[in-house]
């Protein structure tokens, strides 16, 4: 994370899920992770300026969805 944000200078999107709920029957090279309390904590000079979530998510599609969201960040 600490890359992500200083390879930027004014903005940082990112398409993820925000959770640290890991499903056993997932792919095993996913591993969620709740990054949005990283970010408050390291990362203070940036902030979310825009969340848009998604739009087919696996509750509703099944395989055929998405378990990510869209996160914007601008630095203050």
């Known amino acids: ?6 390879a930027s ?8 899920s925000d959770t640290d709920q890991n499903v056993t029957n997932q792919a095993i090279h996913v591993k969620h992770r709740k990054f949005t309390n ?4 390291n990362k ?17 599609f099944g395989n055929e969805g998405s378990f990510a969201d869209v996160f914007i960040y601008r630095k203050l």
Do not use: C, R, T
């Open 38 to 41: 990283w970010i408050s904590i």
């Open 44 to 60: 203070p000079e940036w902030m979310l300026v825009e969340f848009i979530p998604n739009q087919y998510p696996v509750a509703k």
């Open 9 to 16: 200078s004014a903005f940082v999107i990112i398409y993820s």
């Open 1 to 6: 994370m600490g890359n992500l944000f200083a």
